[in-house]
């Protein structure tokens, strides 16, 4: 009985992480992560663990995901297919900004505050960060992290072109100079002494 002949794959690899895991003196465990994508443009992920030892390989096991997205999809920052995370993520980006601006007008308009130069810059610098990958929108968080004013967005295109992250922070320094600027008011307000 002859076998049905199949078709030709042609895939390339758009992205390949590879880091050992559980290396030891005789044996390497590695995790390579892949996307492929196929001639028609659809797009897996791929995860292989690899086991070596000198010169000697062994695969371990091989997990394929396909992906309802086609490669086009998945490196384009487009609007179609909103979903709940990539709203939040929108309103984020927009919301980080205005009170950065706002708190740089009440710095500037408030006499109390000291050192003005030195707020003026911590208010630009926000911490802790949400990091969304704009295909699916999968999120991740970084606790320890810095951004400027907010936002920012940023597309890997080495070796090749991947998907879009967009970055959302906590503008937390911005929010700390309004909420003791409206403390100062109302104390003043009140006829107490303010900052």
């Not at 559980?22 to 390579?32: E, F, K, L, N, S």
């Not at 926000?126 to 699916?136: A, E, G, T, V």
């Not at 999968?138 to 090749?160: C, D, K």
């Amino acid at each position: 009985m002859a076998l049905p002949q199949a078709t030709p794959l042609t895939t390339k690899t758009v992205f390949s992480l590879s880091f050992n895991r559980g290396a030891g003196a005789q044996m390497v465990h590695v995790d390579r992560y892949t996307i492929e994508v196929s001639a028609s443009g659809k797009i897996a992920f791929v995860r292989s663990e690899v086991l070596s030892q000198g010169a000697n390989m062994a695969l371990g096991a091989i997990y394929v995901s396909p992906s309802t997205i086609s490669y086009a999809e998945f490196t384009a920052l487009s609007l179609p297919n909103m979903n709940t995370a990539k709203w939040l993520a929108l309103i984020g980006a927009l919301v980080a900004p205005i009170i950065t601006i706002i708190a740089w007008v009440v710095l500037y308009r408030n006499m109390a505050f000291s050192g003005k130069w030195i707020w003026a810059i911590a208010i630009a610098v926000s911490i802790c960060q949400f990091h969304l990958r704009w295909p699916d929108g999968a999120w991740v968080f970084q606790p320890l992290s810095l951004n400027l004013l907010g936002i920012g967005a940023v597309r890997s295109t080495y070796p090749i072109d991947g998907p879009w992250m967009l970055h959302i922070a906590f503008p937390v320094f911005a929010l700390y100079v309004i909420f003791q600027d409206r403390k100062a008011r109302r104390l003043a307000d009140s006829g107490g002494w303010a900052m």
